[in-house]
């Protein structure tokens, strides 16, 4: 636990102490109560899972699906407004802003996997949408408000609507 409070005060100037992230941070609470529901999820009482995260999103306005594999050290920012599809993969140290969006596109036909994997070390700005089975490589930055339809190289910059790679 020590290590995700010190990787949240790196990432945010803002953070002065581990008692102010646990009591002023909802990404943190979010993702805490995300950890046991996903723990109940993955031992087939499902339901208290989901309703455990349902409660999460009336109180904190952050919606996580207890099937979502998440890694180590994600780090919600303002937290408003985020969802994270059930099928979503998030590796470790991946940073997030409020209104963040790792969904599918909507259509009713597609089954298995049908929400985004993000490697680590990524960076998702203020409002982005990323849609669809696709990745998020290593190291890559997604600007504010940028919807992402497909795959986005390691280590590159994807901005606009709909999103494309900085070079």
């Not at 050290?73 to 985020?82: A, E, K």
């Amino acid at each position: 636990m020590k290590e995700y409070f010190e990787s949240i005060k790196r990432r945010d100037p803002a953070a002065r102490n581990i008692i102010q992230i646990i009591l002023l941070y909802p990404g943190v609470q979010a993702v805490f109560w995300y950890r046991i529901a996903h723990f109940l999820y993955i031992h087939h009482l499902k339901f208290i899972a989901e309703l455990m995260m349902f409660i999460v999103r009336c109180c904190l306005n952050i919606e996580i699906h207890p099937a979502a594999q998440i890694g180590k050290r994600l780090f919600i920012d303002h937290g408003t407004g985020v969802v994270i599809g059930a099928t979503s993969i998030i590796g470790d140290d991946v940073t997030m802003y409020h209104g963040v969006t790792l969904g599918g596109v909507g259509r009713g036909d597609v089954t298995g996997k049908r929400h985004p994997t993000v490697e680590s070390n990524v960076t998702i700005g203020t409002g982005a949408k990323i849609l669809g089975n696709i990745t998020l490589g290593k190291g890559c930055i997604i600007g504010a408000n940028a919807v992402v339809l497909k795959d986005v190289p390691p280590s590159k910059t994807s901005v606009g609507v709909p999103s494309i790679v900085k070079k």
